[in-house]
């Protein structure tokens, strides 16, 4: 039962990767189809849409010669093939993109793109190959990519996380958050904030040290508005609470979550809160039992 609850809250504690890249992404718009088969059609339309236009975009710049625009739009290309689970066509796009930074001599895009090409594997449910990207994407960035260096080591503690090796996710994360502090990028220091509290209280059952992280890193989302950010470490907290057997402090944790993800708009997080109460209600039950 507990595999199941590191499962769905690991779900939760994965960030958006925060490495900034020139980048154009097609958002499929809003619809409000009446069955999931229209709502699926509805989604992947648009995305092939975008899919064909930088196709064509993509052939009159491999005419005109211009390679950094090449690179530029097989990344573009390769995020549109994500956002449509085409993942092994969205690795090809990012891997020829970065053959051209390589040949170019573009550390910092190449560094970027390799990156990129982790978060593929590592959302497709491969993190062992997202951990050699990441690592392979942090032995290219220059000195002075302190951003992207920050990005990619939280990314890199997530498929440690994954990969159930306690000590190394919580170095990295650790390194992570000194360079955002350095930075005095408070949203990344926050997060990696969030995220090593996850890792205490999942990996090193040091709930005690969770909570201490995960208010520090609420205190700062809320200076800055970040809701969604601030209600997932919410439901970490109502874990770590619940794993110190304070079920009352557990509770109120989850509500408020469930109160600021509803506020939001974000249906799936919610759910997601409700699903951890329920977990967290059976494995009691059962241990009540027993």
């Known amino acids: ?32 189809p009446s069955s999931p088969a229209k709502a699926a059609t509805a989604s992947r339309a648009p995305i092939q849409d975008a ?23 097989l990344g573009a290309v390769a995020i549109s093939y994500n956002a449509s689970h085409q993942q092994q066509k969205a690795v090809e796009q990012y891997q020829a993109a970065r053959a051209i930074w ?57 498929t440690w996380f994954f990969l159930n090796n306690r000590k ?25 904030l969030v995220n090593l509290g996850a890792a205490y209280t999942l990996l090193a059952n040091d709930p005690l040290k969770a909570i201490g992280l995960l208010q520090e890193a609420i205190t700062k989302l809320e200076l800055i508005n970040d809701r969604d950010s601030e209600a ?20 109120l944790s989850f509500q408020h979550a469930i109160e600021l993800f509803h506020a939001a708009g974000d249906a799936q997080g919610e759910a997601a809160v409700r699903k951890h109460m329920r977990i967290l209600g059976e494995q009691q039950t059962q241990a009540s039992s027993r």
Not at 6 to 22: D, V
Not at 113 to 118: E, L, Y
């Open 1 to 32: 039962m507990r595999n199941s609850l590191s499962a769905a809250l690991l779900s939760l504690s994965l960030t958006s990767a925060l490495i900034t890249m020139a980048r154009s992404q097609a958002q499929p718009p809003e619809t409000n």
């Open 51 to 73: 899919i064909a236009s930088l196709q064509t975009l993509l052939d009159q710049t491999r005419r005109t010669g211009d390679r950094k625009a090449e690179a530029n739009i």
């Open 102 to 158: 390589h040949e170019l001599g573009d550390r910092e895009h190449e560094a970027t793109t390799v990156a990129h090409t982790g978060d593929v594997y590592r959302d497709w449910g491969f993190p062992e190959q997202a951990n050699r990207y990441y690592r392979d994407a942090l032995a290219l960035y220059p000195s002075t990519d302190k951003a992207g260096r920050g990005a990619t080591l939280n990314n890199l503690g997530l």
């Open 168 to 192: 190394k996710c919580i170095d990295t994360l650790n390194e992570s958050l000194t360079i955002f502090r350095e930075l005095q990028d408070r949203r990344g220091e926050a997060l990696a």
């Open 232 to 251: 997932a470490a919410l439901d970490k907290i109502g874990v770590a609470w619940h794993n110190m057997g304070k079920s009352e402090m557990a509770g």
